[in-house]
């Protein structure tokens, strides 16, 4: 990400924290991705909690793993519902010198007919 407050591509919705520093050592704690979702968590749509309810990841902020990378998809949504936990995880990004990358939306691929 060219800045730490705009994405690099205008198209991009979403960005992707990989599990790598800009040297390509991998990042440590081996958990780091799931619990930087666990403080975004409560970043959620309204009403999809319940008292009852167990963990849930954020829509906004969720872990993966790309090609045996631990990584974490940012959602570009979360800076307008919440500014400041959106430069929280950016900023995450940047004091750990992880690897940032924008997601791209691919076309989906045309069936041959058989």
């Known amino acids: 990400m060219a800045d730490s407050s705009t994405p690099t591509s205008p198209a991009a919705q979403e960005f992707i924290i990989q599990g790598l520093t800009s040297d390509g ?47 974490v998809v940012v959602n570009q949504s979360l800076r307008d519902i919440e500014p400041l936990a959106y430069h929280f995880v950016v900023n995450f990004a940047k004091d750990n010198d992880l690897q940032v990358v924008d997601a791209c939306i691919l076309p989906e691929r045309e069936q041959k007919k058989a």
Request: proline share 6%; glycine share 10%; charged share 20%.
């Open 25 to 71: 050592k991998q990042f440590r704690p081996s958990d780091w991705a799931e619990r930087l979702c666990g403080v975004m968590s409560c970043f959620g749509q309204e009403g999809a909690r319940s008292r009852n309810a167990h963990l849930q990841y954020s829509p906004y902020v969720r872990p993966t793993v790309l090609g045996g990378v631990k990584s």
